[in-house]
């Protein structure tokens, strides 16, 4: 069996989520999760080209100015006023986290072997394979992390599992709702990011097994 | 006997005179071609290309000095890991040149280095010297975290080809293997990146200093003087062009035009492939630091997460 070209693009996109969860510094992280997004958004152009639907051109370039380029850079920035570098600490070591994120993409391929394809059965399945593998890894990522920015680089990720299971199980949903996600998510990361700062004011850390103990 | 030869038809000659021919000259020649690309991107001019040839040979005039209370061990160790990786030169396919099809199982290679490793610590240790002795500890511990990343990736390709043997796995026959693109890139990248550990280059551990506390290579090596200390070089540079060479041939394997080039094409790519490599290396060493020892696990991490996902392709194949 010979891959698709978007098959291999989104286990691809699935793979170099994975390898956000290998280190706990920040900026790699963060130039992580901008190739593997850059990954999602060349799916996107790739069942464009195959299914003719003109508007998922449009919403790939959204991905891509929105999430490769915008999201990065002001996280980046949000990262160097907090002065943080790096998440100290992870509930479960780095490396194996990684490792269960490798073995999680063998379970949801095992796992999107009983989902029914929505649109034509084999060529969607390494799809949903994937998403599924995309979305254990941002759980992953805001279960074992520590730190704020840590938490919103996963629910980015878990943002990009959902996207990437809609885009290849129906080649895409209309153009306004894939604008208002794109535009939901930009005000969830720049409030998330604002939120940052005023925990890294109130509390002089932003590590979030701590938030809740009271403070006076 | 004279109708044998001729049977064994003069292809097959011209290869095996070339892999040999390619075997004593490209180790140091890669290792030449490392130096000059970091002198470059330090804005140095640089040893010539030659110059690890020139060092061999001026180490092997020069008188030798040992320590009294070493034993026959750390006089022979040298050549038997020398022995044991040519061994493993003819044996492994890190060229297309290959000759006369000779089976190399991946098992039999893997420990074939382990046991040159073996051998190489036992050495360090003999001298007696606090630095053998801790870099001895460091690359057994290296080696025992990379081991499973070589292992898993070496043997994926296998499940999926249906043999143990590298030399059919590697030999650009292998209907199974033909559109693998992503397991063979896959399986390279992992290979790459165990490579860079096992053969003590940058991230693990820096070649050109002599800083006794970070060394780990250079530390078990550091007793050696004139000719065993040209043997142990010679052996390190064989073992680069080999780690090299099969990672190289990962990614060849995985272009579809390799597959249908001819085989002189594919000879040349092969040995360009190791230069490339030696290339990128040295571009990776001139813009990466050396990692702290406590960090080297999460690096190595990596590599082994690439093998992992070698496994489940392989896997996945078997399901379909």
């Known amino acids: ?216 | 006997m004279e109708s044998l030869l001729t049977d064994l038809n003069r292809q097959e000659w011209l290869r095996a005179g070339a892999f040999f021919f390619s075997l004593i000259l490209m180790p140091p020649l890669t290792v030449g071609i490392i130096r000059k690309t970091k002198a470059r991107f330090q804005n140095r001019i640089g040893a010539p290309i030659f110059q690890p040839f020139y060092d061999l040979t001026k180490l092997l005039k020069k008188d030798e000095t040992i320590s009294n209370h070493v034993s026959w061990i750390f006089r022979s160790a040298p050549s038997i890991n020398l022995s044991l990786l040519f061994i493993v030169a003819c044996l492994a396919p890190w060229t297309t040149l290959h000759p006369f099809g000779i089976p190399g199982d991946l098992f039999l290679l893997i420990y074939l280095l382990a046991f040159s490793r073996f051998f190489t610590v036992l050495s360090a240790l003999d001298a007696g010297s606090a630095f053998g002795g801790f870099g001895a500890s460091r690359e057994v511990t290296l080696a025992l975290l990379v081991e499973p990343a070589i292992m898993l990736s070496l043997a994926s390709l296998g499940v999926t080809a249906g043999t143990s043997d590298l030399t059919t796995v590697f030999s650009f026959e292998n209907v199974k293997l033909q559109s693998q693109t992503g397991l063979w890139f896959i399986a390279g990248c992992g290979l790459f990146l165990s490579s860079l550990v096992e053969l003590s280059r940058m991230p693990a551990d820096d070649p050109t200093t002599h800083l006794e506390l970070t060394m780990v290579h250079e530390a078990m090596i550091l007793e050696n003087s004139a000719t065993n200390l040209a043997l142990a070089e010679l052996t390190h540079f064989v073992k680069i062009v080999v780690l090299l060479g099969i990672s190289s041939q990962c990614f060849l394997h995985s272009l579809p035009w390799v597959w249908h080039a001819s085989e002189i094409t594919r000879a040349l790519a092969s040995i360009g492939g190791v230069f490339f490599m030696a290339a990128f290396i040295a571009v990776i060493e001139s813009v990466a630091v050396k990692l702290r020892w406590t960090k080297l696990p999460e690096f190595i991490a990596y590599s082994v997460a690439m093998s992992i996902f070698c496994v489940l392709i392989a896997l996945s194949r078997g399901t379909n």
């Open chain 1, 1 to 216: 069996m010979t891959l698709d070209t978007f098959e291999a693009l989104s286990v691809l996109s699935a793979i170099l989520g994975i390898l956000i969860l290998g280190t706990t510094l920040l900026r790699t992280n963060l130039s992580f999760y901008r190739m593997h997004t850059l990954a999602i958004a060349a799916v996107t152009a790739w069942i464009a080209h195959i299914t003719k639907e003109d508007h998922l051109y449009v919403v790939a370039l959204g991905v891509f100015l929105i999430k490769v380029i915008f999201i990065p850079n002001f996280l980046n920035w949000v990262m160097k006023k907090v002065d943080v570098g790096s998440d100290k600490q992870a509930f479960i070591a780095a490396p194996l986290s990684m490792h269960l994120g490798a073995l999680m993409l063998g379970l949801s391929f095992l796992l999107s072997k009983q989902i029914p394809g929505l649109v034509g059965g084999h060529d969607s399945h390494l799809g949903s394979t994937a998403a599924m593998s995309i979305l254990f890894t941002g759980v992953l990522l805001m279960l074992t992390r520590r730190a704020a920015l840590s938490q919103i680089v996963g629910f980015l990720v878990i943002e990009n599992g959902i996207y990437l299971f809609a885009v290849t199980q129906t080649h895409g949903m209309p153009m306004l709702v894939e604008m208002g996600l794109l535009l939901e998510v930009l005000v969830g990361v720049m409030i998330s990011g604002l939120l940052l700062f005023n925990i890294k004011k109130s509390f002089e850390h932003i590590d979030v097994s701590q938030l809740t103990e009271l403070k006076d």
